[in-house]
């Protein structure tokens, strides 16, 4: 199965500001996809990295607000734009391409 | 709307004592039931995935079985190193492959 490198790893961030986690695939997958995790809560999905175009958001999640991108097929970034305290979360990569899944270890942000 | 439910919430096991994790399921079309593991601070780890009713996977000491209605993570006779989150996930019928909708999980605590 894939692995999956995220970074940073975490950050503490002014409210206000932007961030942009990267997420790196040691190997070609079909399908990419970012989850945030809140304190205490399962994961929610944001949306689909979809090689080459734009991502395919939840309902909830709008590109201005997390824009992503995905310029070939091991690799993401997911931008938390102009945050609040409560964008603060465990922001997770995975990838895989239909049997399993593979998450990285996640980006905890705390947003002061 | 499709739900994922996951029970207990926590669970505390003596070494060696044996129980069932459950995780229920209302989904249009099931795909694909995933089981993960995540330890505190890392992403969920892949474990099983179940595609229809009457499968049944093992790994170590955990065996992952699956019904219409819902699917269960065996674990026998538990070690302290067993202790984790347990997530459940389900893929729909019609959604994009590798769209994933958690439940909350299963806190698992087994003592020596």
């Known amino acids: 199965s894939a692995v999956i490198s995220q970074k940073p790893s975490r950050d503490i961030c002014q409210r206000g500001t932007s961030l942009t986690i990267q997420c790196q695939v040691d190997?070609?997958?079909?399908?990419m996809f970012w989850y945030r995790q809140q304190p205490g809560q399962s994961l929610t999905l944001i949306a689909t990295?979809?090689?080459?175009?734009?991502?395919?958001?939840e309902s909830g999640f709008v590109i201005d607000k997390f824009p992503i991108s995905r310029p070939n097929l091991t690799f993401s970034t997911l931008t938390v734009s102009n945050m609040s305290p409560e964008d603060s979360s465990i922001y997770l990569c995975?990838?895989?391409?239909?049997?399993?899944?593979?998450f990285g270890s996640g980006t905890r942000l705390t947003v002061v | 709307e499709d739900q994922v439910t996951q029970s207990p919430e926590a669970l505390r096991l003596q070494e060696g004592e044996s129980s069932s994790l459950n995780c229920s399921y209302t989904?249009?079309?099931?795909?694909?039931l995933f089981w993960y593991r995540q330890d505190p601070g890392k992403g969920p780890e892949f474990l099983f995935t179940?595609?229809?009713a009457g499968e049944e996977k093992e790994k170590e000491r955990l065996k992952a079985t699956l019904t219409k209605k819902e699917s269960f993570l065996h674990i026998t006779a538990p070690k302290p190193e067993d202790s984790a989150t347990y997530l459940c996930?389900?893929?729909?019928?019609?959604?994009?492959?590798?769209?994933?909708?958690f439940g909350r999980g299963t806190q698992l605590t087994v003592w020596p």
């Open positions: 995975s990838g895989g391409t239909g049997d399993g899944y593979t």
């Open positions: 190997s070609q997958v079909t399908m």
């Open positions: 990295a979809n090689q080459g175009s734009e991502a395919t958001y």
């Open positions: 989904v249009s079309g099931l795909r694909g």
């Open positions: 179940l595609y229809s």
């Open positions: 996930a389900v893929q729909a019928g019609g959604s994009t492959l590798g769209r994933l909708y």
